[in-house]
């Protein structure tokens, strides 16, 4: 798909994207008009299909839909601006907010303090600042791979209406936590990361 506008991934952190899309292709990550979203870049369909975070990346620049990613103790609802992990959030604190406008089973009756802000199909904060992750061995979960996950699963969300994951015996147990999951998989083997995937976070720690 063919964004003549280019502007439908809004960041503040520009740096944790081109973490995602990997050294060599880091240069192509810029805002260079200021204006908050990252501008539209073009790159072979081979490299796409060699890199699963240059591939997340471009389908969030060219989607039809306007994500948000930031790295924030705030974010943005559509009812205002509140503190990251408020407790107005019925799901566990983990310094990690993503919030859509679909429906969610485990969320039923959305309030506006749960919900993107106007003009957003979905807002992803990461509180870098406060909060770190680590997986079951204690080994760190570096924040870009949290940024990665989250984002996959917003793409997913977003653009095939999936849920997290399915109600319990509602069919198959394949919602988009479960995929991103396997594309970080994917990612992780591509680039040779190394380290914890960020579905296998099992604790998160106020710094
Ligand atoms: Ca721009």
């Known amino acids: 798909m063919f964004d003549p506008t280019g502007t ?6 520009i740096d944790t994207i081109k973490h995602i899309v990997g050294e ?3 240069g192509l990550i810029n805002d260079s008009d200021n204006d908050g979203y990252i501008d539209e870049f073009s790159v072979s369909s081979d ?4 890199n699963e975070g240059l591939s997340l990346i471009n ?25 990251v992990d408020s407790n107005i959030i019925p799901l566990n604190q983990n310094g990690v907010e993503s ?8 969320i039923p009756g959305k309030t506006a303090d749960i919900l993107p802000p106007a003009g957003f199909q979905s807002m992803v904060v990461v509180d870098t600042a406060n909060w770190s992750w680590s997986d079951k061995s204690g ?7 949290l940024a990665f996950h989250e984002l996959y699963e917003a793409k997913m969300t977003v653009e095939k209406k999936m849920q997290y994951a399915p109600e319990p015996g509602s069919g198959p147990r394949c919602g988009s936590h479960r995929l991103s ?18 579905i296998n976070i099992y604790r998160a720690v106020r710094k």
């Open 8 to 13: 439908k991934l809004a960041t503040d952190a």
């Open 24 to 26: 060599e292709y880091a």
């Open 47 to 50: 490299a796409l299909a060699q």
């Open 59 to 83: 389908d969030l620049v060219a989607s039809e839909n306007t994500y948000g990613y930031y790295e924030d103790d705030f974010i943005e609802t559509l009812g205002g601006v509140r503190g």
């Open 99 to 106: 919030l859509n406008n679909n429906f969610d089973w485990r």
């Open 139 to 145: 080994d760190p979960v570096e924040s870009y791979k």
């Open 181 to 198: 999951g396997e594309a970080e998989g994917r990612w992780h083997a591509q680039r040779a990361l190394g380290g914890p995937q960020a």
